[in-house]
């Protein structure tokens, strides 16, 4: 296979830099979505001495923000990817209305990649929401925005997200043109 796209289809880094992206978004979701319940589970309220460590939760939050850290510098390797290797030719199953819809979700995409993982990073250093840890509240280093304005960012970001993957996917199944990129 070759490492860069081509004629033929989608090359190796290609290939890469997608499935990756899909599973650092699915384990960021899982995390994001279920991070009380795993805060409790593995981290609990209590040691095994009875010791208070901290909400699960709020410990959690910085797994989260690493995860979120990770996503937002593979989108902007993916977006220098993008700029430097062209495409390959379009699947001949994609109509023109297909083709625009999907060059409207990969714009955004890039962005929603960028914004929905700044949002929460913004939500995690800039709000000024102290956290508790293990070794008791952390404090963010800034305090410029807003929580509510950013939390509601994060989410629509989420929400938009959500929908340009529907678009997505409905494309590649209805057309059948998922192979291409497996």
């Keep these: 296979m070759r490492l860069r796209n081509h004629d033929g289809g989608y090359g190796l880094v290609t290939i890469l830099l997608h499935w990756v ?14 991070m009380e319940s795993l805060g409790e589970l593995f981290l609990g309220e209590m040691d095994s001495l009875g010791q208070g460590r901290g909400d699960g939760d709020e410990r959690l939050v910085f797994a989260h923000a690493g995860l979120g850290t990770a996503i937002l510098v593979l989108a902007l390797a993916r977006i220098v990817w993008r700029v430097l290797t062209p495409l390959p030719p379009w699947d001949e199953r994609l109509s023109e209305t297909d083709r625009r819809l999907e060059r409207l979700v990969e714009l955004a995409f890039y962005w929603l990649l960028v914004l929905t993982p700044a949002s929460g990073l913004a939500l995690l250093y800039l709000s000024g929401e102290e956290r508790e840890v293990a070794t008791g509240e952390w404090f963010p280093p800034y305090d410029v925005l807003g929580d509510d304005v950013l939390l509601v960012t994060h989410v629509a970001c989420h929400v938009a997200l959500y929908l340009a993957l529907a678009v997505h996917v409905g494309i590649a199944v209805r057309r059948r043109t998922i192979g291409r990129i497996i």
């Design 21 to 34: 992206t899909v599973l650092l978004l699915l384990a960021q979701f899982v995390l994001g979505y279920a």
